[in-house]
Nanobody, 118 residues
Framework: QVQLVESGGGLVQPGGSLRLSCAAS????????MGWYRQAPGKQRELVAG???????NYADSVKGRFTISRNNAWNTVYLQMNSLKAEDTAVYYC????????????WGRGTQVTVSA
């Protein structure tokens, strides 16, 4: 089992920045990818960004150039740096861990709320 705990969400004005963190524990040696998904009210959950153990990344078109995913060398923390935030980025952001850069893995955090509003 893998446990994921997100932190760093909050309220920010349009154009501002936030940095999300996801701390992983448990059987993380078998995990090859980690990522961030988000779900806005009334919408389906969508992939925001993913990263492999080797550092390969994948981003949703809507966040390319604004968001950056990274991980630490111990492969137990993943970050999402979010810049130039827009109202449409408002959502609950979930950390995910698994085995593919493009599909959901089996492990989820509880989520952290990001609200972009003036």
């Amino acid at each position: 089992q893998v446990q994921l705990v997100e932190s760093g969400g909050g309220l920010v004005q349009p154009g501002g920045s936030l940095r999300l963190s996801c701390a992983a524990s448990g059987s993380i040696s078998g995990i090859s990818t980690m990522g961030w998904y988000r779900q806005a009210p009334g919408k389906q959950r969508e992939l925001v960004a993913g990263i492999t153990r080797g550092g390969r990344t994948n981003y949703a078109d809507s966040v390319k150039g604004r968001f950056t995913i990274s991980r630490n060398n111990a492969w137990n923390t993943v970050y999402l740096q979010m810049n130039s935030l827009k109202a449409e980025d408002t959502a609950v952001y979930y950390c995910n861990a698994g085995f593919s850069l493009f599909t959901e893995g089996p492990y989820w955090g509880r989520g952290t709320q990001v609200t972009v509003s003036a």
